[in-house]
């Protein structure tokens, strides 16, 4: 299980677990270009993993805990709600809508990293029957629901990027996405303004 194929995919896998790892060091805007390159990755790379058979009849180890899980989810809520300029609740009062979004968004991003950094910690053992087994539990569970939490997350984190109509947004003005990046100078010319003009 060292084909190139596996190997890329490990080296994503890998890649995205760290970026969430650190995401309360990462500017808002930088964690979530990134993983908006990072999702169609772990897609393709995943639709193009083997499947070989399973060796071992005994569950494999499992190496994300509860603690490891609920200190990535509130992370990436934390993260979340500050692009959407969410604030803390006051004693007393309810969830806010943007609050239940951010929960289940950074639900989906954590689902993703525990079922990736189980599959690098297991492959990473070295024994060709964990390698192997790693490979065979992460393919199936891709195929039976992770797979689809891939697009939905890529899903929603589109539509939090472009939907203009968002309230907050606060990563989009104070964040940069690509730090010390300008914006764009326009394609045309002055000249070519002066010739067209306004279309209103």
């Given amino acids: ?11 994503t896998a890998a890649a995205y677990c760290q ?3 650190q995401a309360g060091k990462q500017r808002t805007g930088e964690l979530f270009g990134q993983l908006q390159q990072l999702l169609p990755q772990l897609y393709q790379k995943s639709a193009l993993l083997p499947k070989p ?3 071992y009849e005994e569950e494999s180890a499992r190496f994300v805990t509860e603690e490891d899980y609920a200190r990535i989810h509130d992370a990436m809520q934390q ?4 692009f959407f300029g969410i604030t803390h609740m006051s004693p007393g009062t309810g969830p806010s809508q943007f609050e239940v979004m951010s929960f289940g968004m950074a639900e989906g991003f954590t689902d993703v990293y525990e079922s990736l950094k189980n599959f690098v910690k297991l492959y990473d053992v070295g024994i060709p029957q964990a390698m192997n087994d790693a490979v065979w539990l992460y393919h199936k569970s891709f195929e039976q629901n992770l797979g689809l939490k891939l697009i939905e997350n890529l899903k929603s984190l589109h539509q939090m990027l472009y939907n203009k109509g968002s309230e ?3 990563a989009l003005q104070e964040d940069d996405f690509a730090p010390g990046a300008d914006e764009e100078e326009p394609w045309f010319s002055d000249d070519q303004e002066e010739v067209y003009g306004d279309d209103e």
């Fill in 1 to 11: 299980m060292k084909s190139a194929t596996v190997t890329e995919f490990v080296a």
């Fill in 19 to 21: 970026l969430l790892e």
């Fill in 53 to 55: 058979r399973y060796c």
């Fill in 168 to 170: 907050g947004s606060r």
């Fill in 79 to 82: 993260k979340i709600g500050l």
